[in-house]
């Protein structure tokens, strides 16, 4: 059997490989137009930054160590420029001779990944202007800075553009970020990214949102940018990292089938409309595993595995790809910010109802040294609580935290499944109650009547019909409190219950949802009806509202004790 993989990276890579160790005699031959085979894309922007030290520590293989250790035939420097599906041949050309040959196969695997998109504006594909796919634009971007760039500007404010920001910030550049939609990490929910914003911000690193470039000038060895707003920025050196498409142009124009999100058409087999062809990694578009609707996922997990079902079906082997899901993490300097399945703004997209909760524990035990707070917001569904997608971010944990809910998504569990979960804990690491078991814990309580939440994007409104109760300290209140809220702080709260108004609902509210929590169980034993905690506490609020944390003129909104324990401390609400 003649196996052809066209593309030689993530899914290209791990299809020969999985064909290999299933088939000794195979014939496998990857053809890569690039100079180089399987590399560590997701490392570019780390060695941008010198995190990375070692640039030959990207380079996994060479032609001849897949030749060495698996007989894999490479040609790097080839590409394939057009398929005859009829005659199971693709044409080939030689990219330093100049030449074209075709080259036969029994199955082709299509691994052709994704292109950056440049938007295009005047002046985009300007010197000093570049992309980040591969390794000779990691070269290209770095020996702009080895000239003696001192400024940088990141276009788009996603995973690649944060990671790039991070390499120029990490060598000294003044770095600006612009990002034409309203938040960092745009396919978050909106009042997640705020906390990563100032973070971002607190490192010096200039985040301009809701501003696009609408042009690129060349001014001697500088760049000019003109931004939508009317500002111009100088740079030396400009990163768009605004996204990529699918390359579909081979499999498009041989009359393979295209999907409706722009990737090439595959069943659960990997195999495109012609079954001796298959494809795999960015270029495919696959169910999502909750709604079935088609995805592009663009990640490097993704890529792998469907490589590895194309092996295994290639190899006579029952497989199938179960669905994309979108697990993903992402380092920002000191933070660590993902998610797993469906956001908010997903399932308002696709008119699926949904319930939602937030939380901020710490990360592991508050009296181990180092404990932070969380950020994780997680959604569900409203009847049998089954877990349609969780967003998580802080210092540390995340990735931990994310991918338990990812685990949990995967097996169809439900928000009750959670309260369930044995999971590992020593004081370094967690808490014996760990955050994904407090989100079960909550969100149990929320669809078995044990809590009822109100919302931060129900205020400023509701100040008119309701009672907002904030339960905090008094130094906290006095620091800043929500317009019209009164303060009767959860301890006095038994002592003081009479000074309630009685007939209109109470909000109550804290810092985190602890205290507002324990004060809400108080309302209600001793007699209130219409009593909702604010979920999340003010560290959601800040994520919806102008309050001064959100418009980066205060300090830190990092609560690493317990919350009234902290507050009793001087100067510990200086942060808000
Ligand atoms: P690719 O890895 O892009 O490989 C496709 C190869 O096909 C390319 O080398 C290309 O030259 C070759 N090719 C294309 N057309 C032809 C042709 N006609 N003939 C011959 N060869 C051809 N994902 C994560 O999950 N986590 C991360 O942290 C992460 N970080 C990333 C950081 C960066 C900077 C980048 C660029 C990507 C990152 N990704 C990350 C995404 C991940 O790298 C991709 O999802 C993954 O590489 C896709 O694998 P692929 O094999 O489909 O495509």
């Known amino acids: 059997m003649k196996v052809l993989i066209v593309g030689g990276v993530a899914a290209g890579a791990s299809t020969a490989a999985r064909i290999r160790r299933l088939d000794e005699m195979a014939e496998i031959l990857i053809l890569e137009r690039d100079q180089y085979v399987s590399f560590a894309n997701c490392g570019l922007p780390y060695h941008i930054g010198k995190i990375i030290p070692d640039r030959n520590s990207l380079l996994l293989h060479t032609p001849e160590s897949l030749k060495q250790k698996l007989n894999i035939e490479v040609r790097t420097q080839h590409e394939v420029i057009k398929l005859h599906p009829a005659s199971k041949e693709v044409e080939v050309k030689d990219i330093n001779k100049g030449s074209t040959y075709k080259e036969s196969y029994d199955k082709l695997v299509l691994c052709p990944g994704a292109s950056p998109i440049r938007p295009p504006i005047p002046g985009a594909n300007t010197p000093g202007v570049f992309v980040l796919r591969n390794i000779p634009d990691m070269d290209r971007i770095i020996s702009q800075i080895d000239k003696g760039a001192k400024r940088a500007v990141v276009i788009g404010g996603s995973y690649i553009g944060l990671e790039v920001a991070e390499g120029f910030h990490a ?3 003044h770095t600006t970020i612009l990002e034409m939609s309203d938040r960092l990490m745009p396919w978050l929910d909106k009042e997640m990214t705020r906390i990563l914003h100032f973070h971002v911000n607190s490192k010096k690193v200039d985040v301009k949102l809701g501003v696009a470039a609408k042009s690129i000038t060349s001014k001697g060895n500088m760049l000019e940018i003109q931004l939508s707003n009317g500002e111009i920025l100088e740079t030396d050196v400009i990163v768009m990292a605004t996204g990529v498409r699918p390359n579909v142009e081979l499999a498009k124009e041989a009359g393979l089938k295209i999907g409706t999100r722009g990737g090439i058409a595959v ?3 990997m195999q495109t409309s012609d079954p001796d062809i298959f494809a795999a990694g960015d270029a ?10 088609a995805t592009l996922s663009m990640l490097a997990g993704p890529a792998n595995r469907q490589g590895r079902i194309a092996a295994d079906v290639i190899c006579g082997k029952k497989s199938s790809y179960r669905g994309t899901q979108g697990t993903s993490v992402v380092k920002a300097f000191d933070m660590s910010v993902g998610g797993s399945g469906l956001t908010e703004q997903d399932l308002q997209r696709i008119g699926m109802d949904f319930r939602k ?3 901020h524990p710490n990360d592991h035990a508050e009296y181990f040294p180092g404990a932070s707070p969380m950020f994780i917001k997680v959604l569900f569904e409203p009847k049998e609580g089954k877990i349609l997608g969780a967003q998580v971010l802080g210092w540390s944990g995340v ?17 009750f499944d959670l309260e369930h979960l044995e999971l590992s804990y020593a004081p370094p690491y967690a808490s014996a109650k760990d955050p994904v078991n407090m989100a079960g814990f909550h969100g149990s309580n929320l669809l078995r009547g044990d809590i009822h939440l109100c919302y931060s994007e129900e205020f400023p409104e509701c100040a008119e019909r309701v009672t907002i109760l904030d339960v905090r300290t008094r130094p906290e209140f006095d620091h800043w409190h929500i317009p019209g809220a009164i303060l009767i702080p959860q301890t006095e709260l038994r002592a003081r219950i009479d000074e309630l108004p009685k007939g209109k609902p109470i909000y109550t509210y804290c810092r985190s949802g602890v205290r507002s ?3 809400y169980c108080i309302l209600k034993q001793r007699g209130f009806k219409e009593v909702f905690s604010l979920a999340g506490g003010l560290m959601t609020y800040h994520g919806y509202h102008k309050t001064p944390l959100a418009s980066g003129s205060a300090g830190y909104p990092v609560v690493t004790h317990a919350e009234d324990i902290l507050a009793q401390k001087p100067g510990a609400v200086d942060h808000l």
């Open 171 to 173: 060598k000294g550049l």
């Open 267 to 269: 069943n659960a087999q």
């Open 284 to 293: 495919v578009e696959t169910p999502h595993l909750i709604t079935g609707a």
């Open 357 to 359: 909760i937030y939380l």
């Open 399 to 415: 990735d931990k935290r994310i991918d338990v809910f990812a685990m949990a998504i995967r097996a169809g569990m439900t928000i």
């Open 517 to 519: 929590y324990m004060a």
